[in-house]
């Protein structure tokens, strides 16, 4: 493909004053400078042109040319140049598969966990298979618009969707910078508000021993195990699920969170260490006899209802462990390591369960009084 390039006037001072054709760019005759603008394209390899170091978008080269004559013959010299130092490769045949296959081998290489990576490519190739498309090329931004909407994702209190929905984003930007499109076809939520994903957390609701006890109570087998790692290690459903023999040494659990990639380190009582162990799973402590996702969470509902607990649910025993361990004056950097989040995170989400804050609220306040009372002596009087 040609590059199309516009020549235009760059007016400047004439005589201590400005050109007096400087409201006209493409004056014939009036004696300033001419120059080259021209687009380049993203998925076109950077190099030198004529002293000029190429860069993308758009580019502003002079022509040291004077008249329009000159100035033409330049650009066309210079075109030649550029299109022949470029030789773009056509991408319009590679699928979506070889392109989420390639970017995913790179991930591995470079160590990077994939579970999330793999569980979106599932989803945007079958959502692709349905309609028919598999050029990536053949991605637009509308397409991508149907695929976000048929996603299980909640919104409005849930990051989940913004979550996976960012490990898209980072493929198509991985696809720009090989070539293989012009364009990520995912909008920048940054420069194009409306396509952000908003969300508020609601207020957590930690329950209490009792309904923690009568969950547990309700059930019994592998599902009892699982619902126990939850409870004292804080991880959420996917990743008891997800456990790896690997990931244990002894009663220590170290790995990433499903959701976040969050690495954390948590301890949990031997004797549950040792019921995880006994479990028959191989790879995965929790997956054998047919015991896959679908299987806990419809197991998890029947819980609830033998347990008359309608609202709860199995996040409830990571906010319960985590708020466990607050209240009894453990510092808060240090049960975010043990969980897999930010300092930030947990004084935002779990503040009124923070003992450290409230043992320094209290010292305040009880030095204020002090001091008050020093002041003014026995009120009563």
């Known amino acids: 493909m040609q590059t199309n390039i516009i020549l235009y006037r760059r007016h400047g001072l004439k005589e201590g004053s400005r ?12 004696g300033c400078p001419i120059w080259m603008q021209f687009q380049y394209a ?53 699928t979506i598969k070889d392109a989420t296959d390639k970017w995913l081998k790179v991930r591995e290489q470079d160590g990077r966990k994939d579970d999330k990576a793999r569980s979106m490519v599932k989803k945007l190739l079958e959502f692709c298979e349905r309609d028919g498309v598999r050029p990536l090329q053949a991605l ?25 929905w960012s490990v898209l984003g980072g493929f198509f930007r991985f696809a720009v910078d090989m070539g293989w499109i012009a364009k990520n076809p995912i909008p920048s939520a940054r420069q194009n508000k409306q396509f952000a994903i908003r969300f508020e957390k609601p207020e957590v609701q930690v329950p209490s021993r009792k309904e923690v006890d009568d969950a547990l109570a309700a059930a019994d087998g592998p599902l009892k195990i699982m619902m126990l790692l939850q409870r004292w290690s804080a991880c959420a459903m996917i990743d008891a699920y997800m456990l790896r023999r690997d990931e244990m040494t002894g009663n220590l659990i170290r790995r990433r969170r499903q959701k976040t990639e969050e690495p954390y380190r948590i301890r949990i009582p031997q004797w549950l260490a040792d019921a995880i162990t006994e479990l028959p799973g191989r790879e995965y402590a929790f997956q054998s006899g047919g015991m896959g996702e679908s299987w806990y969470k419809k197991q998890y509902r029947k819980v609830w209802e033998a347990a008359k607990l309608p609202d709860f649910h199995s996040h409830l025993f990571r906010h319960y462990r985590i708020s466990e361990l607050l209240s009894s004056g453990v510092h808060v950097d240090d049960v975010a ?27 305040i306040q009880a030095k204020e009084f002090k001091r008050h009372s020093e002041n003014r002596g026995n009120a009563l009087q």
């Open 140 to 164: 637009t931004t509308d397409k991508m618009l149907e695929f976000r909407l048929s996603l299980p994702f909640r919104t409005g209190d849930s990051s989940s969707l913004k979550v996976h």
């Open 19 to 30: 050109c007096p054709h400087s409201d006209n760019r493409y004056h014939p005759r009036c």
């Open 42 to 94: 993203k998925n076109r390899p950077l190099f030198n042109v004529h002293g000029h170091r190429l860069r993308h978008g758009q580019n502003l080269v002079p022509t040291t040319a004077r008249s329009w004559g000159e100035a033409q013959d330049i650009a066309k010299a210079f075109r030649q140049k550029l299109d022949a130092g470029i030789p773009t490769a056509d991408h319009s045949g590679l």
């Open 337 to 363: 390591l043990m969980v897999g989040t930010s300092p930030a995170e947990i004084r935002k989400t779990y503040r009124h369960w923070i003992k450290e804050e409230e043992d320094r609220l209290d010292a």
